[in-house]
């Protein structure tokens, strides 16, 4: 049973806060036939916002589609990637074993890609191999979508999820090559047929495979979401606080907005610790409570990304979380004991690496802006980590 506020899944519908310009976009580039790319961090609402799309683009009469996702969060391996992405596109389809044996045969026929009945059976998947898969059949899964969508008459809509693992495979850049393919070969007929979005929570990662014209370069629209507006986020709380008898201060919902940085998970999941310590007026002694128990959740995950990074690495976020930007000047070198500009580089790359801090470049390889990914461990590691002074 939903609560209040929900914070562990994707919501829509009346529970989808903001955002109306980004569903609106999504809604047009996915209707003009463009793929997306999605890089956002975890709990950002990618899923959220792709859900609200297609169930507004059903609303609205548009042409018949099926939408599946394809979860890569455990995929290390191509093998595994090509079973998955044949498997979720099949069981998207069909749904008995008959049809999916049928549909291996014409559509998969020459490939080493197969139905088996007693796989099927034993664990659920709908796409076997019976030999080591060559380059052939990976080209086969990835056409798969157009070929699908051809024979039933409708439109596919392929949305991965943590796209960027597909580079701890052993081969990201063959599998992201052949993609390319698929989606380049006769595009003006194929945009019709299938679509494809890109989703990813490791923003550098991403970052990695899309930007820079490294892959998939003017195939795929980058669609950044935007940050809910604070008033429609005051709004959606005093709403769920009414509905239970509860009153609070738009001038605490406020502070909690710009500590949050109006991340709506964050902020639903603390209005629900704050929705069960109280039964009347929240005051301000319930909502630090509630963030303490929020922050003590956390704890454990931040206190181990510290403890993954270097000497060198924590100097260099403190001045990130500092206010810093001219990182490679003499004066913050020597203030925070970062040795030399090449061992900034480093540094910041390691940052990035580990998906702490996104920087962002000018043209000349200069950094316009430095920013903490996760809000609530920014708080955390400027509070309790190093004690700065908000």
Known sequence: MDGTFIYNKAV???????????????????????????SEPPRAGKTSLITQAFLNMSSSGSKSFIALTVDLTDIRHIHGFALRLGSCLLAACYSTPSAYEKACEELLGGTHLIFDEASFRKSGAVLSSNWELDRNDLKAVTLLPYALSRSIGKKIYIVFEEFQNVMKTEDGDLLCSLLEEAISEDRGERKNLAGWIFTG??????????????????MCERLSLSKIETREIIDHVLRGFNATGKVIDKDLLL??????????????????????????????????????????IHRPRFTATMDDLTTFQISLLRAVLEGQTKFTGADVIEQYGLNSSANVKRLREALEKKEIVTFNMDASGSETAAKVIDPLFEYWAKTYYFGIEL
């Open 12 to 38: 829509s519908g009346r529970n989808f806060v903001g955002r109306k310009s980004d569903i609106s976009a999504l809604c047009n580039l996915l209707a003009q036939g463009e793929n997306v790319v999605i």
């Open 201 to 218: 929570s490791r923003v550098n990662a991403m970052k990695a495979i899309f930007g820079k014209g490294r892959h998939f370069w003017r």
């Open 255 to 296: 502070g909690v907005c710009r500590l949050m940085d109006n991340n709506i998970c964050y902020i639903n999941h603390f209005c629900a610790i704050c929705d069960s310590l109280t039964r009347g007026y929240m005051m301000e002694p319930v909502l630090n409570e509630a963030l303490s128990i929020l922050l003590s």
